[in-house]
């Protein structure tokens, strides 16, 4: 779609909405009050709206209630159910509402984009800009655009842009307040212009904005997911090779990632990637892609699908035979459910995933998270949960680590040996310290490495800050 010039004048300190208070809506809401912004939170959860305006954030993300309460203090944040109010209040709005994956296919679950984009348009009676920002298929922008013109009582006035988000959970403070980039789909000056005023302090800091047409900004976020989707189970894939050459996925890793051209982000082996996104995006691109008859370019996705969901059956295996070979009535301990650290969020949990697997094989499970218990009790009420890792691992027959918290990663070996009735452990995310595990009569496997490999510092980058990654 081409750029088209404008004289119609920005709002150079716009006021904001944002529809869908979830991850992504609340800490976008949040962080854009504490930049100086009016902001008005939407969600059509009246539970949602309830415990953000008083202050509590309804799911943890580190640093953020405290940049909620400092948000409400200001006076520059509320949150509503009410459209009309929103409709008449935002200069720009920003719809961040949910696009899982439909329950009967691959693809996304458009329903709640269609009814956030439609309770605007009905109701807005000036020229605004509606700006998405949830991950979605390519050319929903556009077929959008043409729903807006129709519905709304100033047409073609309601203008859209797409403002794809690349926050990752554990850090969507730093990552919204301090973006690696910002990417405006726009199709006027007009919008690009309106864009730049809603993200002026953070422009402010060099950060650098890729100017895209809508399809290109659409496209953007699903191809950088699936280029680090693929990036994980490449090395999960090596990571099968190396269960039957005798070789070390954990060595492999370490050496990979010093070539500067391939790096040691995302190179890190185990039980691979889930989350809200991740899974659910490379789906959505591939039956997305065979729609519009390029299938085969993005075929591989397929492929980089099913590395991934052999990696949960697997770990599995491993603790089976790291128990003899039946799992039936075996005590085990399982540590994490949230997809990864610093989240409670169980959307799609390799975790959880696994921990269902042994259930479901007869062990005897007992699941323990420092966050996501209450989250992973809801979705799966026939697991069992503890309220600490010593009641989880207390009288053990094998331990699996599914979620790489500090707080299992930095345990010590000696003091859990006494806890469990045997020391045995399966390392799913390769965190921790297998010689020391060893050291203290621990039976240590991970994915990937030899009964006896010794302990490889996995190359780090600064901004992984634990081995999962995921968005
Ligand atoms: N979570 C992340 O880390 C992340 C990162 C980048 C992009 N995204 C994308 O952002 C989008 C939102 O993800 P999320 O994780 O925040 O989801 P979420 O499920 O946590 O939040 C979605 C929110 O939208 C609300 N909602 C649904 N329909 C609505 C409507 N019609 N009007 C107003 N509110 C409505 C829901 O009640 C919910 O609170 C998705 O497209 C996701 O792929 C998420």
Excluded at 59 to 88: I, M, N, V
Aim: glycine share 8%.
């Amino acid at each position: 779609m081409p750029i088209t010039p404008t004289t119609h004048p920005i709002v150079e300190h716009p006021r904001m909405t944002v529809i869908g208070t979830g991850y992504l809506g609340a800490t976008h809401a949040i962080c854009m009050a504490n930049l100086g912004y009016d902001v008005l939170g939407v969600d059509v959860d009246a539970r949602k709206v309830a415990e953000l305006s008083a202050g509590r954030v309804p799911f943890f993300e580190p640093g953020l209630p405290e940049k909620l309460k400092e948000a409400l203090a200001s006076g520059r944040l509320r949150f509503t159910t009410d459209f009309a109010l929103a409709a008449d209040f935002g200069d720009v709005h920003f719809v961040c509402v949910g696009t899982p994956q439909a329950a009967d296919s691959p693809a996304a679950d458009m329903r709640y984009v269609i009814a956030a984009f439609s309770s605007l348009a009905t109701r807005i009676t000036r020229k605004v800009l509606l700006v998405g920002k949830s991950t979605v298929p390519i050319g929903t922008a556009a077929r959008l655009t043409e729903m807006v013109h129709e519905m709304s009582p100033v047409g073609s006035e309601l203008e859209l842009a797409w403002n794809p988000e690349f926050l990752r959970e554990g850090h969507a403070v730093e990552d919204t307040l301090h973006p690696d980039r910002l990417v405006f789909g726009v199709s006027s000056l007009w919008a690009e212009q309106q864009l730049r005023a809603a993200f002026r302090p953070i422009l402010e800091e060099q950060t650098p904005v890729v100017i895209a047409d809508l399809a290109t900004s659409e496209l953007v976020k699903v191809a950088a997911n699936s280029f680090l989707a693929t990036k994980i189970s490449y090395i999960n894939a090596m990571a099968e090779v190396c269960e039957v050459t005798g070789g070390d996925v954990n060595i492999l890793a370490t050496a990979l990632g010093y070539d500067e051209r391939i790096g040691s982000r995302f190179l890190k082996p185990g039980l691979g990637f889930g989350g809200g996104c991740l899974p659910k995006d490379i789906r959505a691109f591939k039956f997305r892609a065979e729609e519009l008859g390029v299938g085969q370019a993005v075929a591989f996705l397929g492929e980089v699908d099913a590395i991934n969901i052999r990696r949960r059956v697997r770990t599995v295996d491993l603790i089976r035979e790291l128990v003899g070979g039946d799992l039936m009535g075996v005590k085990v301990a399982a540590l994490g459910a949230a997809f990864k650290p610093n989240s409670d969020d169980i959307r799609d949990a390799p975790a959880l995933d696994v921990a269902r697997m042994l259930y479901l094989e007869g062990a005897i499970v007992t699941v323990y998270d420092p966050e996501a218990n209450e989250n992973a009790h809801r979705v799966y009420p026939d697991l069992d949960f503890a309220d600490s890792m010593a009641d989880a691992i207390n009288d053990a027959q094998v331990v699996a680590l599914l979620t790489e918290w500090d707080e299992f990663r930095n345990a010590d070996p000696e003091v859990l040996g006494q806890l469990v009735a045997n020391r045995r452990i399966v390392d799913g995310r390769h965190a921790l310290d297998a010689d020391r595990y060893r050291a203290a009569g621990w039976e240590y496997r991970a994915l990937g490495r030899p009964l006896s490999s010794p302990t490889v510092a996995l190359a780090e980058h600064h901004k992984d800050s634990a081995a999962t990654p995921g968005r």
